[in-house]
């Protein structure tokens, strides 16, 4: 998809390019018209047009328009502005030179034009390799510690044959966690690979909010079947624009890190309301709530494990709430979170129609 | 004892073949596996099976293939296994005739039900057995009466309208299978109908709450997202 917006910077050609060099050219043609009327002395007409060259070449894109006007330009002060006029005369003392000027500001606009575009673009991408770089390094670490238990477990069920039923039961558990676990983390990279590059649009279809929130939940209560929870929808039919599989992949990581991060989480509220026009999704749970100093760095992705103290075996939640994150910004909503008397509550608004996006 | 269902797995990955297998054949069933596409066509033929678990990733040909070909000559029923979760492959899938559609990693419970429904679906002819037997299809506490054209919940008529019943109907003659919205929308308005699903949805959305106590968490009427609709299957 990179490839096709990415064109060479000789030959871009667009109506819009085009357009300008014309509207350009016109005005200093027309410019030169009106002051050859005013006072007939000849020469204004060399650096009007040299600006009109650089015009175009720090308007458009690429070479191809520079280079253009700067024919034009001499083709047509020769032929309307000097000596015959409305007549072409190429043995003019100094006309070679005239053409290397216009040629030689030209070139050298396009140059520079083309090159700040593309440090502009440099950056930019820099700054999103740094993302990827970041969430890679944040994966790889969270994917380590699973494939280390179940190699292990795996290994010692293979060299040691007689070993407790019970114990080779609890060592196979621990492996289907941490198989499980890694599912997650693959559901989440999945997710990202869907919104693409910030550029690339999601397909946002209208959805009713129950049908996702049931969806939800339902895949919630198999994975936590002790873990009580309620959800609340609107009793009118509520259509919010979104991609649905993300939006559900933001609501079950909220769920899972409600249970796990709130540690002491027994009950959980989804709820979704209207708000103007937004809808309101909100999870709420009765655990420990978020350490407060975690607070103002929990959703850019750069908390570290090792920052937290004591709880190092614990999986960060960088990966899921940067997804998160992500995904609702795709959507042009915003989320936050904060904690509550009891436990935490994180919350995002979608914007309910497609103009609001505007 | 009774003759045991013959399963063809066909899946070109061994340690994915070997486990299913060996799941099956520990829950009653006989197995036979396929590792490409064309041995898999030679094997339906040859060996009759009941039901086919067919990956689509394929060393020699797409998945979607093998069933499309199958579909021309039988309604066996089809249970896909994919590691493509885009939902625009789940529909596809479901719309060339598959009875399921299961994205990897999936659990053994998972499949295991799956397998169970698809089979029952085929031992009558192509409808619900209770269905052709009494007239009626029950799940908890939800009736739907098909003589009577009533949805009775708890022992209560639910009033549904015309629409609403034959889409609670429809659900119920596959209770236990995903409805993709398209089929849902040409076996109720006729294959001409729009592909715009937004009536539907109205449709559910209101049958909803005539059935369900919390509409968000359905005990009957679940929704695959992007997919279909499902109705719950009684034990």
């Not at chain 1, 030209?106 to 999103?128: D, F, G, N, P, V």
């Not at chain 1, 009713?208 to 939940?217: A, D, P, Q, R, Y």
Request: with cysteine.
């Amino acid at each position: 998809m990179q490839s096709s917006k990415h064109r060479s910077p000789f030959f871009s050609f667009s109506a819009r390019d085009f357009a300008v060099t014309a509207g350009i050219l016109a005005c200093a043609i027309e410019l030169c018209v009106i002051l050859s009327i005013a006072d007939s002395i000849d020469g204004f007409a060399y650096p009007i047009f040299v600006l009109a060259v650089l015009l175009v070449s720090r308007l458009t894109t690429g070479y191809f328009f520079g280079i253009l006007a700067a024919l034009f330009s001499v083709i047509g002060i020769n032929y309307i502005f000097t000596y015959p006029y409305w007549a072409f005369n190429f043995t003019l003392s100094g006309y070679p030179l005239t053409f290397l000027t216009m040629l030689c500001v030209s070139l050298i606009t396009c140059t520079m034009t083309t090159k700040l575009k593309q440090q502009e673009r440099i950056r930019a991408e820099s700054e999103k390799e740094k993302m990827r770089a970041n969430l890679l390094r944040s994966v790889s670490h969270d994917i380590r510690t699973p494939l280390t238990s179940i190699v292990g477990v795996t290994s010692t069920l293979l060299e040691t044959p007689n070993l407790p039923i019970a114990e080779q039961r609890q060592l196979l558990e621990d492996a289907r966690d941490e198989a499980q676990w890694l599912i997650r983390v693959v559901e989440n990279l999945l997710s990202i690979t869907r919104i693409g590059d910030a550029r690339a649009q999601i397909t946002k279809q209208p959805e009713v909010v129950e049908e996702i929130l049931g969806e939800v939940v339902q895949k919630f209560r198999k994975r936590f079947p002790d873990v009580s929870i309620r959800v609340a929808a609107p009793s009118d039919l509520l259509f919010v624009p979104m991609d649905a599989i993300l939006i559900e992949q933001v609501l079950s990581n909220l769920l899972e890190n409600a249970v796990i991060h709130g540690e002491t989480t027994t009950n959980i509220l989804l709820s979704v309301h209207q708000e103007g026009k937004y809808a309101c999704f909100s999870v709420q749970d009765n655990g420990k709530g978020i350490p407060p100093k975690e607070l103002p760095t929990l959703f850019d992705g750069s908390m570290k494990r090792n920052e937290t103290p004591a709880g190092d075996g614990k999986r960060n939640m960088g990966l899921g709430l940067s997804v998160c994150m992500a995904i609702v910004r795709a959507h042009s909503g915003t989320m936050e979170a904060k904690n509550m008397g009891a436990g935490a509550e994180f919350s995002f608004l979608l914007p309910l129609s497609e103009e609001e996006l505007k | 004892m009774n003759i045991r269902e013959k399963i063809l797995i066909v899946e070109d990955e061994k340690s994915i073949s070997h486990f299913i297998s060996t799941i099956l054949n520990s829950n009653g069933y006989e197995t036979i596996q396929a590792r490409t596409g064309a041995e898999a066509m030679s094997m339906l033929s040859s060996h009759c099976p009941d039901l086919v678990i067919l990956d689509l990733g394929l060393p020699d040909m797409d998945g979607l293939e093998v069933l499309n070909s199958l579909r021309s000559w039988s309604s066996l029923p089809v249970v896909v296994v994919s590691a493509r979760s885009h939902e625009h492959d789940k529909v596809g899938a479901l719309d060339l005739g598959a009875d399921d559609y299961l994205t990897k990693p999936f659990g053994t419970a998972e499949l295991l039900a799956r397998v169970r429904t698809a089979i029952r679906h085929t031992r009558t002819t192509s409808d619900n057995d209770e269905i052709a037997q009494r007239g009626t299809y029950t799940v908890g506490d939800l009736t739907i009466d098909y003589n009577k054209h009533q949805v009775l919940v708890r022992g209560e008529n639910v009033h549904l309208t015309l629409s609403e019943f034959r889409i609670v109907a429809l659900l119920g003659k596959y209770a236990g299978k995903v409805l993709t919205y398209d089929y849902i929308i040409k076996e109720l308005w006729g294959p001409r109908a729009g592909g715009d699903n937004q009536i539907l949805r109205v449709n559910m959305a209101n049958i909803r709450r005539k059935i369900e106590k919390n509409p968000a968490e359905p005990e009957y009427l679940f929704t695959e997202v992007g997919v279909g609709y499902r109705l719950a299957e009684g034990e």
